[in-house]
């Protein structure tokens, strides 16, 4: 087996093992891509602040998110399609969470349903929500999630409609996937993804019985058009809070107006987001965004990162910056695509690692003290 040092090579091992359809899916911005890199070269070049002689020994990592004790400020972001980077993905992805003692967020438009990830966990987990035209269905989904003792639902703001993804239309994306005389010569070239594919989920799970589809094949493109609502107002986030009622996170806040209408909103926690650099291409990254949004409302809810992380100097940053925690969505699934379960617990050991000795060498012994002292300004 290769030995893995980062999550650099299991990004490399994902796409050797995954097709090329769904790796291009989840590595793949919208337009020219250039928030997609800006989300991560943004964040390489702030620059930490190394300290000396200073007793670090018996540093930790722990911290609470959402008043749950965990063993290091990150979730599992919400990622569309995980089933498909490797078998049953979000089942996988659930139990290394779990087992590592970090939340893990399942997908509206996951493989596996609610149901399928509520059989593996014992703990609660937390379900990503988008607003459709048909709230009915919205409704049925939340009482599901909340039937399911889920611990919080996000909300995702920034997907009302569907950025455009090159990849995604020059490959054809479906789900399954059709079968193409490319796509065929593709599976050919990864035989355990497909024998593994055979035995697990191939659909939407949350939406079976939903989707009106007589072959039962559908483009992401073709669902989001005829589904998401494109005239999602503070009035449906208030709605959604009304049936909700539980912890509620809202996932795409780029602006410190919208994060002040988070918190007028009632909201319990804001995700600092541009979507993976999938929506708005040209938008600043989410760690620019960051410390605004920060000074205009992180007194008043609990501001969480999301967007370029792959180290766990990234998570650092974000923290020393003023989030109280960190999504990780692409890191998560080129483990999954890599290894799968073990991948994914992998991926968690070295962001924890590489947190834990970067904290030691900029003289922070844990997570809640760092701050802007520990970055060079």
Request: charged residues 20%.
């Amino acid at each position: 087996m290769t030995v893995i040092t980062c999550v650099e090579d299991l990004r490399l091992l994902a796409k050797k093992r995954v097709p090329k359809a769904f790796y291009d899916y989840a590595d793949s911005g919208s337009y020219t891509e250039s928030t997609y890199r800006a989300n991560t070269d943004d964040l390489a070049a702030i620059k930490l602040r190394q300290r000396v002689a200073i007793n670090v020994e018996q540093r930790s990592t722990a911290t609470t998110m959402l008043g749950d004790q965990v063993s290091m400020p990150v979730a599992i972001a919400p990622t569309g399609l995980t089933g498909m980077q490797w078998a049953n993905g979000e089942m996988l992805g659930a139990i290394a969470a779990e087992k590592f003692g970090i939340p893990f967020t399942l997908s509206t438009m996951s493989i596996c349903s609610i149901e399928d990830v509520a059989s593996v966990t014992i703990k609660p987990f937390w379900f990503q929500l988008y607003v459709m035209r048909d709230r009915g269905f919205i409704r049925e989904l939340i009482q599901r999630a909340k039937a399911a003792k889920c611990s919080a639902l996000v909300l995702t703001l920034d997907l009302q409609i569907l950025g455009q993804r090159h990849k995604d239309i020059k490959n054809g994306m479906s789900v399954p996937p059709k079968l193409t005389l490319a796509n065929i010569l593709d599976l050919a070239t990864k035989p355990a993804w497909a024998l593994r594919a055979l035995s697990g989920r191939k659909t939407f799970g949350n939406l079976a019985g939903h989707v009106n589809n007589s072959k039962n094949i559908i483009t992401l493109s073709e669902w989001t058009a005829s589904q998401f609502d494109p005239s999602l107002s503070w009035d449906d986030v208030a709605w959604v809070k009304q049936e909700w009622g539980g912890p509620l996170i809202l996932k795409g806040i780029l602006d410190a107006d919208d994060a002040r209408l988070a918190v007028s909103a009632g909201a319990d926690s804001l995700v600092v987001s541009n979507h993976g650099g999938r929506q708005l291409d040209g938008a600043m990254s989410s760690i620019q965004a960051l410390p605004a949004i920060v000074d205009a409302v992180g007194s008043e809810i609990e501001v969480l990162f999301d967007g370029g992380i792959r180290t766990g100097q990234d998570v650092l940053k974000a923290l020393a910056l003023g989030a109280k925690g960190c999504m990780v969505g692409r890191a998560f699934l080129y483990a999954l695509g890599a290894m799968g379960e073990a991948g994914v617990t992998k991926m968690l050991e070295i962001l924890q690692k590489e947190l834990d000795v970067s904290m030691a060498l900029t003289g922070a012994k844990d997570v809640q003290s760092l701050g802007p002292h520990n970055l060079v300004r």
